[in-house]
């Protein structure tokens, strides 16, 4: 059998990324319109930032068992793999709703829920409609072969960004030209919430509203209050992570927290808030708007029935979000530096445990970070991510190596003994202006 993924050299300094595309297409006239015999699409097309191309093998399968069993075959592969699916059956239209996922759209993403492999899903509707939920992209069922063409390279760069990074002979180098700070100025700040919105718009994660919003950012109302770290080369925001804790309201008077630990919350606050005041509409409300739980993790009544215990746990815990990497610099070991430096903040905050959520293919990558699965499986965000989510947490303990290196980098930091590492807290003493 040919492997559907792999990434090979591709001349020129450049490797191909390897996507399959299998199409299941029902209207017999549509599947001759496409054309899927007449060889791969959009061959050649560029990776973004990522020094690739992608390679688009392209098969058809007659109907839906015969596609439950090739992704059954796909499914058992020991290597990870993406692939896209490309038909008009996942989609259907509802009297009242309208568009929504089919039960074969469902079905697909059940089955890949907990793998390691990765699907993206391309609808063909008649007529297009707004965003169906769990769709990756929906065009014209009598849109071109360029249209189509250009929905598949989406898809396939939200998969790529996704997937592990690509191996960079120059990373050693590279990555030594990069630190994570705390975010110093206003400036950085919005840097770091436009970094936010052009890779998830490249994942495919925003809402239409936020991605028409002139604005260029994305922010949610968990920013205004959390702790903001920035990953630098010179002077480029190149990664970006945060901190949402629940700190006293006057955290100004607290005597638990050092100076520069209430300065540079209380700056975030009012830089982010700031922000989200100048921002578009859409921007602006999302961000303004309260939040209805403390954490966003709990805001998913999915998690939050499955693991009770964390609603008592969350009072003295926190969450790591929104951790972002440019693709340019994927291999450098940036979010690895940005996870590090959060939890030195939370140990410096003395919080208790840190909470994110996670797709299931980067389980592995947050557990070398010394977090842990929750258990009972997975649970389904509700936000506009459209992915099944794998709770974890983190916990400041005696049987944690991870907490006690934590604790050991917050020293380091503090001594400036930590390369890779820039301040902890804002630079600029002043809580006022």
């Not at 030594?176 to 400036?187: I, P």
């Not at 629940?246 to 050092?258: M, N, V, Y």
């Not at 990558?365 to 989510?389: C, E, N």
Request: hydrophobic content about 40%; overall charge neutral.
């Amino acid at each position: 059998m040919t492997r559907l993924i792999e990434v090979e050299p591709a001349g020129a300094g450049l490797q191909t990324f390897r996507v399959a595309l299998i199409f299941l297409i029902h209207d017999p006239a549509l599947l001759k319109s496409i054309a899927t015999d007449e060889g791969d699409f959009c061959d050649r097309s560029p990776v973004e930032d990522h020094g690739e191309i992608f390679r688009f093998p392209a098969e058809s399968v007659g109907d839906e068992e015969d596609l439950r069993k090739r992704l059954a075959v796909f499914r058992a592969q020991e290597r990870p793999g993406q692939f896209l699916l490309i038909s008009d059956l996942l989609a259907v239209r509802d009297p009242k709703l309208g568009m929504v996922e089919s039960d074969l759209t469902r079905w697909v993403r059940d089955m890949f829920r907990t793998s390691h492999h990765l699907c993206g899903l391309v609808s063909l509707t008649e007529p297009p409609g707004a965003r169906v939920s769990d769709v990756d992209a929906s065009i014209p069922r009598d849109a071109d072969r360029a249209a189509l063409c250009r929905a598949i390279v989406r898809v396939a760069t939200g998969l790529r960004l996704k997937a592990k990074p690509p191996v960079r002979a120059d990373a050693a180098s590279a990555a030594a030209a990069v630190h994570v700070e705390a975010v110093q100025s206003l400036e950085q700040l919005r840097d770091c919430f436009a970094l936010r919105k052009k890779v998830y718009g490249l994942l495919g994660y925003l809402p239409d509203k936020i991605t028409n919003d002139k604005s260029g950012l994305e922010m949610d109302c968990y920013d205004i209050g959390a702790v903001h770290f920035a990953a630098m080369r010179g002077r480029e925001v190149v990664g970006t992570a945060r901190l949402v804790t629940q700190l006293p309201a006057d955290l100004g008077r607290s005597d638990e927290f050092s100076i520069d630990a209430i300065t540079t919350c209380m700056k975030h606050r009012d830089w982010a808030e700031r922000i989200a005041l100048k921002a578009g509409g859409a921007v602006r409300d999302r961000a303004t708007s309260p939040c209805f739980m403390q954490l966003p993790i709990l805001q998913s009544s999915d998690f939050s029935d499955r693991w009770p215990e964390m609603l008592q746990l969350t009072s003295s815990g926190a969450e790591l979000s929104r951790v972002v990497v440019a693709p340019a610099c994927r291999g450098l070991r940036v979010s690895k530096s940005l996870v590090k430096i959060v939890e030195a903040k939370a140990c410096q905050l003395n919080i208790q445990i840190v909470l994110l959520e996670c797709i299931p293919s980067h389980v592995d990558m947050y557990g070398s970070y010394g977090f842990r699965p929750i258990g009972g499986g997975t649970h389904v965000r509700s936000s506009d991510l459209d992915q099944f989510a794998v709770g974890m947490w983190f916990r400041f303990d005696a049987a944690n190596r991870s907490a006690t290196a934590a604790e050991d980098l917050l020293g380091k930091i503090k001594m400036q003994l930590a390369p890779g590492f820039g301040p902890i807290d804002v630079r600029d003493g002043r809580i006022s202006g």
